[in-house]
Nanobody
Framework: QVQLVESGGGLVQAGGSLRLSCAAS???????MGWYRQAPGKQRDLVAA???????NYADSMKGRFTISRDNAKNTVYLQMNNLKPEDTAVYYC?????????????WGQGTQVTVSS
């Protein structure tokens, strides 16, 4: 049974920090894991992603404030968010890309709410 379990969201004041975690289980051949976010009325956008080899990709607005890391042994990805701003308020979703045969698939977590108060 495949599963993504997200944790770490919550309410924080502007300038504060949060760390999100996403633990994967039941997947084989994970290619990458990442975080996306969606604010009310807006599209879901990439925050950061990391491949199984450790290559990272960040949205420009997150560079310098957010750091993605991964524990391959635990199939867990982390998003350290510092200097949070009210505009970072959104539901944050974990996405995992895995391969079966020659085809790659995406699997989404249920999302975790991050609210930054001014």
């Amino acid at each position: 049974q495949v599963q993504l379990v997200e944790s770490g969201g919550g309410l924080v004041q502007a300038g504060g920090s949060l760390r999100l975690s996403c633990a994967a289980s039941g997947f084989s051949s994970i290619r990458s894991m990442g975080w996306y976010r969606q604010a009310p009325g807006k599209q879901r956008d990439l925050v950061a992603a990391i491949t199984s080899g450790g290559s990272t990709n960040y949205a420009d607005s997150m560079k310098g404030r957010f750091t993605i890391s991964r524990d391959n042994a635990k199939n867990t990805v982390y998003l350290q968010m510092n200097n949070l701003k009210p505009e970072d308020t959104a539901v944050y979703y974990c996405k995992l890309r895995f391969r079966e045969g020659l085809v790659e698939y995406d699997y989404w977590g249920q999302g975790t709410q991050v609210t930054v108060s001014s």
